[in-house]
């Protein structure tokens, strides 16, 4: 049962108040007691009762709060709960109070009690209350001893070969001391020089000690400063109280501080001292604290009680390790030398037999039949394990010749089924035992069996190809022929049918094999050839052969060609020969003959060969087709025009007119076979107006000057060059003399000679120049006073009119001009305008397109709007911009294709730097993918650069990581060049083990980090 009584504390005694008495009611009580005490008061007042409750109110203002008190004592007492916190409240002040030694005595059993039952209730409690204590010592004891290891560890390696080294060596194998000790103890070289003891609390100096020849200022100045730096360190990064400085270096000095519970030990060291020495540091101030602990939590500067610290303090100055002064070790060098010679010599012959042993190991892996899974050497000894088809090379005989010893050599070999062809072929040709006329031969990786066979070896050949394993070679008996009886005959058949079907004149209606007995039945024209008489060399029995055939008259060109020959008799002159499936009779023959030919050629069954007799000529009319091609040729020479032309009782009569200086139609008859004198002509002459015939009038007229040459363009006569003016104007009017209807004479080409005319021609030709410049306007020009005067407006954007005098024969200091500057509208300055203004991106092209600017490509949303604001600002000027073909910019393809190449990763078997083929799909669409972005990322103006990282696994050393991860980058990089990615597009770098995909905790991890990366950037 729980009271409900308020607690209280224990009672207190305080100063009494006269303040809390009612005074006035203890004046009433006063005077009630001396009516009491006197009875004539007593009877002035008419007595007092029995009981008087008057005494009770006395006592009330008396002792009420002695009372009160006492009956909060009784009831904390009968409470243990309020009289343990009461007892709580006051027992720490009373703790501090007592005496240390009877406070320790009184309660070191309980306490002993206490903590040994709460450490085997919960011994985690004792851990986390020492753990803050041990943890700085364990860490700091951890340090050091790392400290020491690298200590060790570098001087090993700075002197491991050196001449030094190789002494120390010979004096660690003599004296059974560790290498990494001797090195110590000869290249550590110190000296202890001065030992401060520091009061932890204070910053006093208890004790100094310097070593002998040592120098140093006032110790109480360095003690102090060395505290000072201590509490600034910690008050500037808030350190814990318990840590502090361990070391500080100053040149070839250091300090090196050993914090105790009282006091601190500052060694000053110059050289390179051990690690070991903070151990030794630490035992003396270990020591000082045991003997002197009491004196050092009382130290006030008074170091009389102290007085056999110093003796501790001198063995630490008295450490040192001095360098050796010893001559040069010559037996050492020279046992070194010979120890080294004996290593590199056993070196090479381990290197060359793992040499030999490699190129034996490739002699291997080129075997067919033979797959090395694994090779090692270990111990001195060779170990190789893999599989063997029984029908390969021998491992063991393939050891001849390559200088390994076949004694230390272990191998194990598990026996397959090789699907090399060869293998292949030798099994089917020990299972199969092909007979002599059987050949089986490897032909692109098939096996092909060639020749005859019966039928049965024929059905086991069938068999083992449905047989053969998944994956090998094809057996192809394709070309083997049954070579049984039956088989034979009827291939001799087929034979001989197939010859009857090419026969011309002979069709092969039906023939079939019955009983043994061949049956053949068709067409055949009398002409054709006998088919019993082709029977002979075909190997068929002629009295098995039934054959039935029915005559008929085949269309064939050939035995066309043999009716007509035998139906028309055609004379000698006349040849018929077959040329297309066309008869064609060519030469001469009477007409009576060509009448038959004709009539033949109509008589002939439809579907037959044509018959063409058009090549045969009638001698009559040869003559007048020889007469006839004469008369076209004097049609066709100029000056000659004839009028009339006839054949007339075997003479040819022409008549009509001529030009003297044409050609003489007499002479035109030679080689047309018409003979001259049967020839009758009458010729008018007259003066031609052929443009040849004028010219030659003209140039004998004129006697045109060897600066001018006459000559016909396009039915003109046109005189170029360089004449007088007398000369021009005689030419002049043999132009206007020129009959109507005759070519026309320009010498608008000939130029006056005259100077002041040149200079004209000259003028005029800058002028016209100016005039062909675009952005160039040529208001007004003139010629005074021989200058040259020239006005207009010029766009600044346009040539330079200066810069066209050159080459014009004008005198520029002749030539006064004016212009005025002008924004051209003409389309290209328009068009470089804009190019300086707007700044297209690549992916932008501006051109001109029948007068329009036109506008096609990619380009941000702003640069459209920009583009959009111009074409309006130049329709107001009439110049049409067209921006109509402008797409807003959508990398979001990009992106797409850029992270599924970013994805792909291209993984490597172990100590490989060529992916195998499960990994060809991904090469391929990987080139696939990375072609397809180049060309858009070009499209959207922007350049693709893909950087292939390679990396590896952690096994073996980090150069050949680094290595093999950038060769297989390289590898890979190739693979892509011959897939058809463009090898500038592709960078390549090694990343060795350093960028891991996966912790290597695994195989599988191990397997996942040997890969080659792609990362896509986008300049």
């Known amino acids: 049962m729980t009271s409900t009584v308020d607690p209280i504390s224990l009672p207190k005694k305080t100063a009494s108040n006269d303040t809390e008495i009612d005074r006035e009611a203890l004046a009433r009580l006063l005077i009630e007691i001396a009516r009491n005490v006197d009875p004539d008061y007593r009877a002035r007042l008419g007595g007092v009762p029995t009981a008087d409750p008057r005494m009770e109110t006395l006592r009330q203002l008396l002792v009420s709060r002695e009372i009160s008190e006492l009956s909060r004592v009784t009831h904390l007492l009968d409470e243990p709960e309020q009289l343990a916190a009461a007892v709580g409240d006051v027992l720490p002040s009373a703790a501090a109070r007592a005496p240390h030694a009877q406070l320790g005595e009184a309660l070191a059993p309980a306490v002993e009690r206490a903590v040994q039952r709460s450490i085997q209730k919960s011994p985690r409690t004792l851990t986390d209350i020492l753990y803050p204590v041990f943890l700085p010592a364990i860490r700091k004891s951890i340090g050091e001893k790392i400290d020491q290891t690298f200590q060790s560890l570098n001087e090993t390696l700075r002197h491991i070969f050196t001449w030094h080294g190789l002494k120390w060596r010979l004096e660690s194998w ?3 001391a560790s290498f990494s000790e001797v090195v110590l103890k000869h290249s550590l070289i110190y000296r202890v020089e001065h030992v401060f003891l520091i009061n932890r609390n204070s910053g006093l100096l208890i004790a100094h000690v310097t070593a002998d020849n040592a120098t140093s200022e006032d110790p109480q100045l360095i003690s102090s400063m060395l505290s000072a730096i201590q509490d600034f360190v910690k008050d500037s990064f808030n350190e814990k109280e318990q840590s502090g400085l361990d070391t500080i270096r100053f040149g070839d000095l250091r300090l090196w501080s050993e914090v105790g519970p009282f006091a601190t030990l500052v060694s000053v060291i110059r050289g390179n001292p051990p690690e070991e020495l903070h151990e030794i540091v630490r035992d003396v101030l270990l020591r000082i604290h045991e003997e002197c602990s009491q004196a050092l939590v009382e130290f006030d500067g008074d170091s009389s009680q102290l007085a056999g610290i110093e003796a501790q303090l001198r063995t630490c100055v008295e450490l040192k390790q001095e360098e050796s002064n010893e001559g040069f070790p010559w037996l050492v060098v020279a046992l070194a030398l010979l120890l080294l010679s004996l290593a590199g010599g056993w070196f090479f012959l381990s290197w060359q037999s793992g040499q030999r042993w490699q190129a034996y190991v490739s002699r291997l892996e080129t075997q067919p039949g033979i797959i090395v899974a694994e090779q090692e050497i270990r111990g001195g000894q060779f170990y190789i394990a893999g599989l063997r088809d029984p029908l390969a090379a021998d491992p063991q005989s393939l050891l001849s010749g390559t200088q390994v010893d076949p004694a230390r050599v272990h191998s194990q070999w598990h026996f397959y089924q090789s699907l090399e062809p060869e293998f292949v072929l030798k099994r089917l040709t020990a299972s199969l035992a092909p007979p002599d006329s059987v050949r089986l031969s490897i032909v692109g990786d098939r096996i092909v069996a060639e020749g005859e066979a019966p039928d049965t070896w024929i059905d086991r050949a069938r068999a083992a190809a449905r047989q053969l394993s998944a994956g090998g070679p094809e057996f192809d008996i394709s070309k083997v022929r049954d070579v049984s009886p039956e088989a034979r005959a009827a291939e001799h058949w087929q034979a001989y049918v197939s010859r009857l079907g090419t026969q011309p004149g002979i069709i092969v209606a039906e023939q079939k094999i019955r009983d043994g007995q061949f049956y053949i039945s068709g067409l055949r024209d009398p002409l ?13 029995d002629p009295g098995r052969v039934h054959s039935q055939w029915q005559s008929y008259q085949s269309l064939e060109p050939e035995f066309v060609l043999k009716r007509l020959t035998a139906s028309l008799a055609p004379p000698n002159s006349v040849r018929l020969s077959i040329v297309n499936d066309h008869i064609v009779a060519e030469g001469e023959a009477a007409a009576t003959w060509i009448d038959r030919a004709q009539a033949a050629a ?40 004839v009028a009339e032309q006839k054949i007339r009782d075997g003479q040819f009569y022409i008549s009509g007119m001529r030009d003297p200086l044409g ?218 911009l067209d921006v109509s073909q402008l797409r807003e910019l959508n990398l979001a393809d990009l992106n797409y294709l850029r992270e599924a190449i970013q994805a792909t990763d291209i993984f490597f078997s172990s100590g490989k730097v060529v992916p195998g083929p499960e990994q060809l799909p991904v090469l391929d669409r990987l080139a696939d993918q990375i072609k397809e972005f180049a060309q858009d990322a070009r499209k959207s103006g922007v350049t693709a650069r893909f950087m292939l990282t390679g990396h590896s696994d952690t096994t073996g050393r980090e150069t050949a990581n680094a290595s093999i991860s950038a060769a297989r980058a390289e590898t890979v990089r190739a693979l892509l060049n011959k897939r058809g990615v463009a090898p500038e597009l592709l960078l390549v770098r090694g990343a060795g083990t350093f960028e891991p995909l996966v912790p290597e905790n695994s195989q599988t991890g191990s397997s996942t980090n040997r890969r080659v990366s792609i990362s896509v950037n986008l300049d």
């Open 602 to 641: 109509r008589q002939l069954s439809a579907g037959g060969p044509v018959f063409d007799i058009s090549r045969v000529r009638d001698p009559e009319e040869r003559e007048a087709e020889r007469w006839q091609a004469y008369v076209s040729q004097l049609e066709t020479q100029p000056g000659i025009i």
């Open 174 to 176: 003599r004296t059974g």
């Open 663 to 880: 050609a003489d139609p007499q002479s035109l008859l030679s080689g047309t076979q018409v003979d001259p004198a049967r020839v009758h002509s009458q010729w008018q002459f007259y003066q031609s107006l052929e443009p040849e015939f004028v010219l030659k009038r003209l140039t004998a007229l004129l006697y045109p000057l060897k600066s001018v040459r006459l000559s016909i363009v396009e039915g003109r006569i046109v005189a170029e060059g360089e004449a007088p003016d007398t000369w021009i104007d005689r030419a002049r009017a043999a132009a206007r003399q020129l009959s109507a209807g005759g070519p026309e004479f320009d010498i608008s080409k000939v130029r006056d000679v005259s100077p002041e005319a040149r200079e004209a021609e000259h003028w005029q030709y800058y002028v016209s120049r100016l005039e062909a410049q675009s952005g160039i306007i040529v208001a007004q020009q003139r010629t005074s006073g021989g200058q040259f005067y020239i006005s207009g407006l010029r766009d600044p954007l346009a040539a330079d009119p200066q810069a066209l005098l050159s080459g014009t024969q004008i005198d520029p200091a002749r030539v006064h001009s004016q212009w005025q500057f002008y924004q051209s509208l003409d389309p290209k300055f328009v068009v470089k305008r804009l190019t300086a203004s707007l700044s297209p991106p690549k992916s932008v092209q501006l051109s001109i397109i029948q007068g329009r600017i036109l506008v096609v490509g990619e380009a941000s949303a702003g640069w459209i709007n920009r583009a959009q604001a111009a074409a309006e600002q130049l329709s107001a000027d009439g110049v049409v």
């Open 528 to 540: 054709a050839a006998d088919p019993q008489a082709l029977l002979s060399g075909t190997q068929v």
